[in-house]
């Protein structure tokens, strides 16, 4: 029965390979309307033949292996149930007799094992990037980033673990409603700490060195109403061509961040623009928006990842090897449920972030009026990224939560022919 199972699961797994291929590489229509040939929004009046080459392989590289990725994820927690490797961990983990050791034996053994797994998929995704000179990073310095990587995320999922199966123990009907509202001081307190303790083990960040162009960012800031003593710039340079600012935190540590290559890359104009856009996510409290609906889909989700683990371990836990719920052999149904989850929220998620994007497009266009550098902006962020002006509609769905550059750069186009 097991074997015939994992037979299954990955007789599926090829069949969506297959199917997915054939929808990027095939059936997809990425060419621009008959409407917008010749426009800005054109990557042809932007991009040379080469480039528009290069952005059409790398994107559709990059998007087959979005799809590969997520579902491989959800294989491998199957296969570890299926197998018994997940019950051999807790076998492991049990002779000690701390609550504590238990779970940390247990998430090392499955971190390292799910690790390894993933690797290829994270290898690909750095060569990728290398051979079509996004990623600049030399190896040793993206393997020092992934044993970050992997410490990080080890040190806050055994915190995130420990209270999870404790309540569970505690309370097997509503250990999901304590787990969610614990979950919302936690997360405000990573919010709060990322910009300070978090980001800074991967990059050094420094308030910006253009004390002109801050002073100037500043102004617009104090215009909107933003508290902003400084505007902070990130060396990423030695790491990747692509461009990008971005507003983090919350509070006293909210910052707005450049990063070096998109100084060095775009004029001044541009720049303000861009300042503009991270504004607006400021002054529309997109960040608490954001917060709240995460929160909303957490309880959803958690109430979900409830009811569907009792009824999988009651049908077929001794196929799992999973003898109860608050067994540790049981956390990677959790982490496969919740990654079923966010993936198909994905969409409704995407969208409300595209409508967030395309008000802070707006936002920065009234508050800049500079139309050229607008359109401009997104085109030279085409360019360095090697995107897709118009991906795919499948694509759009699940991976796009900012608006296509067709989209952003024709609205934008539009707006300044109004004015004129």
């Not at 910006?208 to 104090?222: H, R, S």
């Not at 961040?257 to 607006?280: C, G, P, Q």
């Not at 966010?342 to 009026?369: H, I, W």
């Not at 607008?374 to 499948?394: D, H, I, N, W």
């Amino acid at each position: 029965m097991v074997r015939k199972s994992v037979s299954y699961a990955f007789f599926l797994y090829l069949l969506l390979s297959v199917l997915v291929f054939l929808y990027i590489f095939k059936w997809s229509d990425t060419s621009i309307p008959a409407a917008f040939k010749g426009t800005a929004a054109d990557p042809e009046t932007f991009m040379n033949a080469r480039e528009l080459l290069l952005s059409e392989e790398y994107s559709e590289i990059r998007n087959y292996l979005f799809f590969l990725s997520t579902p491989y994820e959800w294989l491998f927690y199957f296969v570890i149930l299926a197998i018994g490797l997940s019950r051999k961990f807790e076998s492991s983990a049990l002779q000690f007799k701390s609550r504590i050791l238990q779970n940390g034996v247990y998430l090392f053994w499955l971190s390292i094992v799910s690790y390894i797994v993933v690797f290829p998929f994270n290898y690909i995704g750095y060569q990728l990037s290398r051979k079509y000179n996004i990623s600049t990073q030399t190896f040793s310095s993206w393997m020092k980033d992934e044993v970050i990587d992997f410490w990080v995320n080890f040190g806050l999922m055994l915190i995130i673990i420990s209270v999870l199966f404790w309540l569970i123990r505690k309370s097997a009907k509503k250990w999901w409603f304590y787990a969610w509202l614990l979950s919302i001081p936690f997360t405000l307190f990573l919010m709060f700490v990322q910009p300070v303790l978090i980001d800074p083990l991967y990059n050094d960040f420094y308030p910006l060195k253009n004390k002109e162009l801050e002073a100037k960012i500043l102004t617009m800031a104090d215009k909107a109403g933003i508290p902003a003593e400084h505007v902070y710039e990130v060396n990423m340079a030695a790491k990747t061509n692509s461009m990008n600012a971005y507003v983090t935190g919350i509070g006293s540590n909210s910052r707005i961040v450049l990063w070096d290559t998109t100084l060095n890359k775009l004029s001044e104009n541009e720049i303000l623009f861009i300042m503009a856009h991270e504004m607006a996510h400021y002054v529309e409290k997109h960040i608490y928006f954001g917060i709240a609906g995460y929160l909303l889909l957490s309880l959803v989700g958690l109430w979900l990842i409830s009811k569907l683990m009792n009824t999988i371990i009651a049908r077929w836990g001794p196929l799992l090897k999973i003898p109860s719920i608050q067994s540790l052999a049981s956390l990677p149904l959790f982490f496969l449920l919740l990654s079923v989850l966010s993936f198909a929220s994905s969409p409704v998620s995407n969208v409300v972030s595209r409508y967030q994007e395309t008000r802070a497009d707006n936002y920065a266009y009234e508050m800049t009026q500079d139309g050229e550098s607008a359109v401009k902006t997104f085109q030279e962020l085409s360019k360095a990224g090697l995107s897709q002006v118009k991906p795919p509609l499948l694509v759009k769905i699940f991976r796009y939560s900012h608006p296509t550059m067709l989209e952003r750069i024709s609205t934008l186009e539009k707006k300044g022919q109004d004015v004129e």
